[in-house]
């Protein structure tokens, strides 16, 4: 009897085996997984994964530049606040100790693809002070940047030296432009800069009639090829709001907007600061 089983279990054997019906044994755990910078690929000519922030440094190539560093969050209580019933304040730079600065652009009147293409790349956050009279040739080339997430701002209807007007002209200006700019493009601006930097109390008495937040002017202005600074330091501090223009080379002296606007980057970095987002900041 033991002689026919065992027989029949090798027989049994043998035709598993021949069939391939062979009981699986339990599978192994699996090896621990080699760090990205050791771990061998897989395939011939398989690029290993890139390593975190490897695409931002390479859009930043593209345009000569290296990756600002991550600016901090922002405070849970705006610095900058209009009380309530209270006069629009006036700044030309955020309280702060972060190595921060802010960086605005005006008027409208250069409207280059590659400057779109650009902020795209880098995520630069920027406030765009916009005239209508600079802009209404072509609205839609602004549509991307509002969409990018850039700040919308005014900068009235016809750019005009607002002190030379008068208190119902003034408010003609500006809030025309408000209005101008909520049709175009779906906001509505909290944020104003005058024509020039000049503004007085009948100003200051519009931008509020208006609904905005804050009057903002600047500490330093990017030129050409350098910065116009207006403390005698001739450096950057905390917080600084930082004008710069949508000019091209007509403007620029053969240079274009992208150009300027890198050259604005690489000098904020030198000094050691990062960019913000004024709008969460007022």
């Avoid at 050791?38 to 395939?43: H, I, Q, V």
């Avoid at 005014?154 to 750019?159: A, F, R």
């Avoid at 003034?170 to 909520?182: S, V």
Wanted: proline letters at 10%; aromatic letters at 6%.
């Amino acid at each position: 009897m033991k002689k026919t089983i065992a027989l029949w279990a090798a027989l049994t054997a043998v035709a598993l085996l021949v069939t391939g019906c062979t009981t699986e044994k339990p599978e192994a755990a699996p090896a621990p997984t080699a760090s990205p910078s050791t771990a061998p690929t897989r395939e011939a000519g398989r690029k290993a994964p890139e390593a975190p922030g490897a695409a931002a440094a390479a859009a930043y190539r593209r345009w000569g530049l290296k990756p600002f560093a991550a600016p901090p969050a922002p405070p849970a209580a705006k610095p900058v606040v209009r009380a309530a019933g209270g006069p629009v304040p006036v700044i030309s730079e955020i309280p702060t100790h972060e190595k921060i600065v802010f960086i605005t652009i005006d008027d409208g009147a250069e409207k280059d693809p590659e400057f779109v293409r650009m902020m795209k790349d880098l995520k630069v956050p920027v406030t765009m002070f916009l005239t209508d009279a600079a802009i209404r040739a072509d609205y839609p080339y602004f549509a991307p940047l509002v969409a990018q997430g850039h700040g919308l701002a005014n900068h009235t209807l016809t750019h005009p030296d607002l002190r030379t007007l008068s208190p119902e002209a003034q408010r003609r200006e500006i809030c025309g432009q408000q209005t101008k700019l909520k049709q175009r493009y779906g906001t509505t601006p909290r944020l104003f800069r005058p024509p020039y930097g000049n503004w007085n109390e009948a100003t200051r008495a519009a931008a509020g009639e208006c609904g905005l937040d804050a009057i903002v002017l600047w500490r330093e202005s990017m030129q050409i090829k350098n910065m116009q600074y207006q403390r005698g330091d001739r450096k950057l501090h905390p917080g600084d709001i930082i004008l710069a223009h949508f000019r091209g080379p007509s403007e620029l002296k053969g240079r274009t907007m992208t150009e300027m606007t890198a050259t604005l980057l690489r000098k904020i970095q030198e000094q050691g600061f990062t960019v913000a987002r004024l709008e969460d900041y007022v």
